[in-house]
């Protein structure tokens, strides 16, 4: 079978699909030029093949597995949408990782640095030095606003070896003086950091045109985008989510899931667990072929349902012995 016929037949990337999986990684990741994760030299077997696992198991994991089985409808265009998918997703990585790199600069001058003092929570918060300790309510906007009228001076670097710094240690502790004055308040090390991101160029990963052209197509950044697109999406997916039975919905956030782990999850035998998540992905892939957002409509769709899977959880956690609750009942 092809990648896409394991992925719709069994929920699941198959040994061809972990295969294409593989040299997607590879492929994309040494010809946009991304780091390798932190501990690795180069892009080699174990690295790609961490990142490759990373893909399919974080948070977003189920929801890739749905948008490859839903929107393909070839072995062509899944190959398409994988790849984009694994191009948006270590852009994503690598853009945590450039911001890990800030948080970490800034939480070093903020205990050096005496001018700034630290106020015990949970996360820590810092303050100016004799000025308020309560938490800021300044929005994000405004503490950005702070720094656009401060000197940055960034060093000259020659360095291969290393990252160039983002700016020299004054420019950064006239920056966090300027957010902390306007926060009138405390702030966490997070909270400074991305302020800070307006005016430092802290992303050093690869940056092409393709990156932006693709970027809507499987990691969609529709929470900032268009309101009415927003609200439309966000309508559809709850139609789509109102229809779905109680088994339904559990299926579509554990797409990634084997079929004995799902038969378990909702109360079947094997083969009609697997026949329940075939009819809902060419269900879905009905419903979502005349959507002008699907990727948008997708993501909610997952959210929902594994919100309601979460409570759902719960509730059963204080019930175990209902057995209507505990998926024996009616499910549509």
Request: proline share 5%; charged share 30%.
């Amino acid at each position: 079978m092809t990648p896409r016929e394991e992925l719709l037949s069994t929920g699941r990337l198959g040994l061809a699909g972990a295969e294409l999986l593989y040299k997607t990684v590879w492929f994309v990741a040494v010809g946009h030029g991304f780091p390798p994760p932190e501990g690795s030299t180069g892009w080699d077997v174990t690295a790609v093949t961490e990142t490759a696992h990373d893909f399919v198991k974080d948070e977003r994991g189920a929801k890739r597995l749905l948008d490859l089985a839903v929107r393909s409808t070839d072995a062509r265009s899944f190959e398409r949408l994988l790849d984009a998918a694994v191009l948006n997703f270590l852009r994503d990585v690598a853009r945590g990782t450039d911001l890990g790199k800030l948080i970490v600069r800034v939480k070093e001058i903020l205990r050096d640095e005496k001018n700034f003092e630290l106020v015990p929570s949970s996360p820590d918060r810092w303050t100016l030095a004799g000025r308020p300790v309560t938490p800021s309510a300044a929005s994000a906007g405004e503490l950005a606003s702070a720094t656009a009228a401060v000197e940055v001076v960034v060093p000259r670097w020659t360095s291969e070896r290393r990252d160039a710094p983002l700016a020299d240690r004054p420019s950064f502790i006239r920056l966090m003086t300027s957010v902390l004055t306007a926060a009138d308040g405390s702030l966490t090390a997070v909270d400074l950091a991305q302020a800070l991101t307006a005016r430092l160029d802290y992303r050093k990963t690869a940056n092409t045109v393709d990156l932006d052209i693709q970027e809507h197509i499987s990691e969609p950044a529709w929470i900032t985008g268009d309101p009415a697109t927003r609200t439309a999406a966000e309508l559809h997916a709850q139609d789509i989510f109102d229809a779905l039975s109680d088994r339904e919905r559990i299926v579509v956030p554990t797409l990634d899931r084997n079929v004995r782990d799902l038969a378990r999850l909702i109360d079947t035998g094997k083969t009609q667990a697997a026949l329940i998540r075939q009819r809902l992905i060419d269900r879905l892939r009905d419903e979502l072929a005349d959507d002008d957002h699907p990727d948008s409509t997708a993501t909610i769709l997952c959210q929902l349902c594994d919100d309601w899977l979460k409570r759902r959880t719960e509730e059963l956690g204080a019930t175990s012995n209902d057995n209507e609750r505990n998926g024996r009942g009616d499910h549509r």
